[in-house]
Every structure is written in structure tokens, then in C-alpha cells.
């Protein structure tokens, strides 16, 4: 989900704002209880709306590399690396029906899972996967059948977490099809409704509307706050949380990108893959390569202060942010990892001086809600 339309031109997006008669309406709704909450090593977190619950780990593999694009992915290697990802204590991994062939590798793994490791590790093992469907009419039986297919690639009785995404909201299905996947919960083939790349007035119809989500996965990093302005206030209002992706910009935010000139040819690392080339764009409609720079100094006189990497802070800086629930890191399953790197994040703990500096940089970049307006809109001009 992340990279599907990392084509699209930035400068064509507008502003889109929530009205105030909304946010009335959802101020005076009587909510059930939802929420998150962290356990007790800090690794993982539970995300709840009424009965229905599920703990994940706060830093989330993400396998969008296995659609193409990242370097071709073997199988076996794939399922080794995913075995030693959760191993390590990793062990939620994100997906969709539109990622290449990452349902069945999922459905590999858990199978290795149930056969080579003990029920301990089982127990915390989770997949999440999303739906993205065509534009078509939301019939029950559409529905049910989609996720069948999920169920089936995954080799899953029950869906840990089905994240919705629907592309126009002029089509009002997706109500429709939230309550057809309501009802799938309701009969346990899903065990968590929830969300992807929705905006904060959608989210609230949807609320409105009594659908139980738990969770809205949306872009969010250090240069891209949009969710903490219209989103952020409306989870606090209702308890939704965010689990964010390009949250490392597609490894943007990283040494790597420290101290290059990206205007001079073949003189920095190539944007070689989708994932960069989206974020770029996305830094060059925040503020460019220069205040950009200034930004990874920032974060490199932090992680050198905690002895951690540039991407731990950025990571770092996002959890511990109003709302979030997990961040996503991407997985180049058998081609590079980087598990130590990862699971460094839970033992850092940014202070008010790491704060204030990276504030400092970011308040010169401009506001993305103002250039691209509200979480996922950018896949919607």
C-alpha cells in the first residue's frame, strides 16, 4: 500500500479539512470502550475495541518489498528470513492481497511455525493482512469471498487483523463493505476489523456508523505529520490507533542519505527502488534536500549520543507519538535484514533535548496537511 501511487505528482494535492459540525457530532457520540495498551516489557502493545482485542509487536515487518521492485525474493530464503525475524522477537508481520506473493509466504511461515518452534512463540505470532478491492458493488458474498482467499493464502481459520482500503470515497461502499467484514468477525474468520490509508472524516462516518475498527494504518514520519494534526485528535476523542509505514522513508531517514548532493548525477546512493523514489518526492514537497540534510545531522547527533542509528530515532520518535500503536520497518526477506537495528528501538528512550532539536528542524519544513491535505489523500488526487 505503501508505493501504489508513489507516481503521482505532489503539487497537485489540496488542502482537505474536517468540518466543525462533524467534530461536534463525534464529540457528543457515545463511544464503547477501545483503546491500546502497552504490556509489561514494552515490546508490544494491545489494540482493542470492545470484546474485540489483539496484541501486536510495536515494530512491525513490513513484506510490501515482496511485490516487486526491491530485488526478486526467493521463497525458502524468504521464510528462513521471517522465521529469524520472529525468533528475534518480531513477530508481527504486515501484508496485503495486492503484495505479490506475500500471503502465501505468510502461509509458509506460520505452517514452519506450527511445526518447528514452540506454542510460546506461536501464541505471539501475528499476520496482518489488508483487503484492497476493485470498485465494484459490496455484496456479501463478494466479500466473503475475498477474504476466503486471504484465509486460504495465509492458511489462517481467522484473519488476525483485516486492514480496509477503499480508493474513492465518492462510492460510498465501503460502509457496505465494512459491515459484510463486521459480520465475517462476528463468525470469527476475522478477529480484527481495521483500516488502511483512510482520512479523518471517513473514519469518523465509519465510527458513526458503529463499525468496531481498531486500528487506521497511514503514512507517518518525521517529515510527514500529518496524522498528528485532524487524525490524532480524533483518536484521542474515540480511542482509534495508528500503525504508521514510512516511517524510515523507505530508508531515506538513514546514514546512508547523511551528507550527499542528491542534484549532482551518479554523486549520492541511487533512488533505486519505489519506496525512495516516493519519498523523495515527498521530502521536495516538505522543504527539499537542503533542510532535509540539516534533518538526518539532527537525528545522527542523537543516535550517536545513545549509540543507536538514524532510523531507531526516526522510528523512536514516531511510537512516541499521540495515537501510534506500531510503526512499520520493511523486510528484504532473504536479500539484507536487519533485526539487531530493530530491535534496538525498545531500549531507547528519546529525552527532551533529542525533542527540541528535531522540532527545531521540522518546524521549518511546510505543513504536508496544507500541500497533500489528509492521511491518504495522496492516493486519492
Not at 511445526?115 to 463478494?142: A, C, D, H, N, Y
Not at 469518523?204 to 494504518?217: D, G, T
Not at 480511542?239 to 509505514?245: A, D, S
Request: glycine share 8%; charged share 25%.
Amino acid at each position: 500500500m505503501a508505493e501504489l501511487l508513489g507516481h503521482y505528482s505532489l503539487s497537485k494535492f489540496t488542502f482537505g479539512s474536517i468540518t466543525k459540525a462533524r467534530t461536534k457530532r463525534i464529540e457528543k457520540h457515545s463511544w464503547r470502550p477501545i483503546g491500546c495498551v502497552l504490556t509489561e516489557d514494552n515490546r508490544r502493545v494491545v489494540v482493542k475495541n470492545g470484546k474485540d482485542a489483539l496484541d501486536i509487536c510495536r515494530v512491525v515487518n513490513g513484506m510490501w518489498q515482496t511485490s516487486g521492485g526491491w530485488g526478486r525474493i526467493d521463497r525458502d530464503n524468504a521464510v528462513d528470513a521471517m522465521l529469524k525475524y520472529a525468533d528475534a522477537g518480531l513477530t508481527t508481520f504486515d501484508m496485503a492481497d495486492i503484495y505479490g506473493p506475500a500471503e502465501d509466504l505468510y502461509g509458509i511461515f506460520i505452517n514452519r511455525v506450527r511445526q518447528e518452534r514452540p506454542p510460546e512463540l506461536l501464541e505471539k505470532v501475528r499476520g496482518l493482512t489488508k483487503w484492497v478491492p476493485p470498485p465494484v458493488k459490496m455484496t456479501s458474498s463478494f466479500v466473503r469471498d475475498s477474504i476466503n482467499v486471504s484465509r486460504k493464502r495465509m492458511d489462517v481459520a481467522s484473519l488476525d487483523m483485516l486492514q480496509f482500503h477503499w480508493w474513492d470515497y465518492a462510492n460510498p461502499g465501503y460502509l457496505d463493505a465494512l459491515k459484510h467484514l463486521t459480520d465475517l468477525k462476528d463468525e470469527g474468520k476475522i478477529k480484527t476489523v481495521a483500516l488502511t490509508n483512510f482520512d479523518t472524516e471517513r473514519l469518523q462516518i465509519i465510527l458513526e456508523n458503529e463499525i468496531p475498527v481498531v486500528s487506521n494504518q497511514v503514512q507517518h514520519s518525521i517529515v510527514d505529520m500529518r496524522p498528528q494534526q485532524q487524525m490524532a485528535e480524533l483518536c484521542q476523542l474515540t480511542g482509534v490507533k495508528l500503525i504508521t509505514y514510512g516511517t524510515v522513508m523507505g530508508g531515506l531517514l538513514s546514514e546512508k542519505f547523511l551528507d550527499t548532493n542528491l542534484s549532482i548525477p551518479f554523486a549520492g546512493p541511487p533512488l533505486n527502488t519505489p519506496s525512495l523514489q516516493k519519498y523523495k518526492r515527498m521530502v521536495d514537497a516538505w522543504g527539499g534536500w537542503s533542510l532535509f540534510q540539516t534533518l538526518l545531522q539532527t537525528l545522527k547527533r542523537s543516535a550517536s549520543k545513545h549509540g543507536v542509528t538514524i532510523p531507531n530515532v526516526a522510528v523512536k520518535y514516531i511510537l512516541d507519538q499521540r495515537g501510534v500503536a506500531g510503526s512499520m520497518i520493511g523486510v528484504r526477506l532473504g536479500l539484507s535484514e536487519h533485526i539487531q537495528d530493530s530491535n534496538a528501538v525498545f531500549s531507547l528512550a528519546l529525552d527532551e533535548d533529542d525533542i527540541s532539536s528535531i522540532e527545531e528542524v521540522t518546524k521549518k519544513g511546510k505543513n504536508l496537511l496544507q500541500v497533500i491535505g489528509d492521511c491518504g489523500d495522496e492516493y486519492r488526487r
